[in-house]
């Protein structure tokens, strides 16, 4: 057991706070300004709610869980049918009550315990919703590697994403230390430079920026009027299927880590509470869903520093660099074949990280049942299969590939006859 440089409940010095802080806001960016860089939410407001959210979980764990949420990408298709179905406005409404599904759950592990969670969610059903996640978004990151600002093939853009995505790969690969838990922020970086003398980069509107600014905030009954539609629920809500289980992993990777078991003290209820509370607080502000961070739970695994107060350094300079104006145009100024390039290997990271899921749980696709639940979703998920009743129930997609996961978990019989065949066959 390695004594920890800086435990959980330690204050940093002064110097040691700001540089560790930096660390992991430099190891959530990439991915949280991503997010709305792909589903056309405002940057900004994604750094400033990442922020906040942050410290609301904090907050709801009693400060016992070092942790950064940013942006979720299981939601990056849900949100961009939500804004194309009714604006930003109910993708946020759908969001909201993605969140809200989040405390609903807590209370009832609270009342209950966490074991018809684990039930419902096995690794057979998320494994194959993962992978959907990732590969039914494969198309969009192909097509901004590839197209022009007019949607027409470029083969200057195609070879920015191309020495982006070499860039980033390289990074993963090849860079220690530090450099190791930021490749996607190196990579966006080097095809930023790139593109910038392929001249696919315009400073004129970061130059016109002012260095302090108020971002456009989706606010509910100020810029919208909510409205609920079972539409807009089955489109957001199921999704919190997959985040649920990636939260509890992430819980599960955090404990041991820091050597304490989280699920016991202060108890998974009050993480999925904090979870939830982030998604709902980014939602009221036009943000998009939060999610526990992997990447900076890595950062600590290396750095061994578990300090909360690292992360309310992060959350709070998060939370600041989305009121400079300057910082914000310089993200949108990043043209969308670096954006491309990066999202190539970050949704085949996802959709991989799906199957490695089902590996490293051994399960068993020679077993009918686990085959037919894992093709069935990835097939109606891949497809984008969309289930229509009457003019206002819809579901389509990840949501519904996520839905008829658990039905099958739940209602399809273990193979018992398989294994006594198999018993009579050896004997």
């Not at 696919?200 to 509107?205: D, E, I, M, Q």
């Not at 899921?357 to 097939?379: C, H, P, Q, T, Y």
């Not at 819809?394 to 273990?414: F, Q, R």
Request: charged share 10%; proline share 5%; glycine share 10%.
């Amino acid at each position: 057991m390695m004594k920890p440089v800086l435990d959980v409940h330690e204050i940093p010095k002064p110097g040691q706070w700001l540089l560790l802080s930096i660390q992991h806001l430099f190891a959530m960016f990439g991915a949280t300004v991503l997010v709305p860089f792909l589903t056309g939410l405002n940057p900004a407001v994604a750094l400033i709610t990442s922020g906040i959210g942050t410290l609301t979980f904090l907050i709801i764990t009693k400060g016992q869980m070092p942790s950064y949420l940013g942006s979720s990408f299981a939601f990056i298709a849900p949100i961009i049918a939500a804004k194309a179905a009714g604006g930003p406005g109910a993708a946020m409404v759908g969001s909201f009550l993605a969140g809200l599904v989040y405390a609903v759950v807590a209370i009832i592990i609270k009342k209950t315990g966490s074991g018809w969670v684990m039930k419902m969610l096995p690794p057979i059903v998320v494994g194959p919703v993962v992978m959907v996640i990732g590969l039914a978004l494969a198309s969009t990151a192909v097509s901004m590697a590839m197209n022009d600002a007019e949607g027409k093939y470029s083969i200057t853009n195609f070879t920015v994403a191309l020495v982006t995505l070499t860039i980033t790969i390289v990074c993963s690969i090849f860079a220690r230390g530090f450099f190791s838990i930021v490749p996607v922020l190196i990579g966006i970086i080097g095809g930023y430079i790139f593109a910038y003398s392929q001249g696919l980069v315009n400073l004129k509107p970061v130059a016109e920026a002012k260095w302090f600014t108020i971002p456009e905030f989706t606010i509910p009954f100020v810029t919208y009027t909510p409205s609920v539609t079972m539409q807009l629920v089955l489109l957001m809500v199921p999704i919190a299927i997959v985040t649920i289980s990636e939260h509890i992993g992430h819980q599960v990777v955090l404990g041991n880590v820091i050597e304490r078991d989280l699920f016991e003290k202060p108890g998974l209820h009050r993480s999925l509470l904090g979870d939830g509370a982030a998604t709902m607080v980014a939602a009221l502000l036009g943000g998009p869903p939060s999610v526990t961070y992997g990447e900076n739970i890595g950062v600590l695994a290396i750095t061994r520093a578990y300090s909360v107060y690292i992360f309310v350094g992060a959350a709070t300079m998060a939370i600041l660099f989305g009121f400079i104006g300057k910082i914000s145009a310089l993200i949108s100024s990043i043209p969308t074949a670096v954006m491309g390039g990066i999202s190539i290997l970050l949704f085949g990271v996802i959709a991989a990280s799906g199957l490695r899921m089902m590996v490293e749980d051994k399960i068993d696709l020679g077993d009918k049942r686990n085959l037919i639940i894992a093709s069935v979703i990835l097939v109606i998920g891949i497809g984008g299969a969309v289930l229509h009743v009457g003019k206002s129930f819809e579901v389509e997609g990840m949501a519904l590939a996520a839905i008829i996961g658990v039905i099958l978990n739940l209602v399809l019989p273990k193979q018992k006859e398989e294994k006594v065949h198999m018993q009579k066959k050896v004997s």
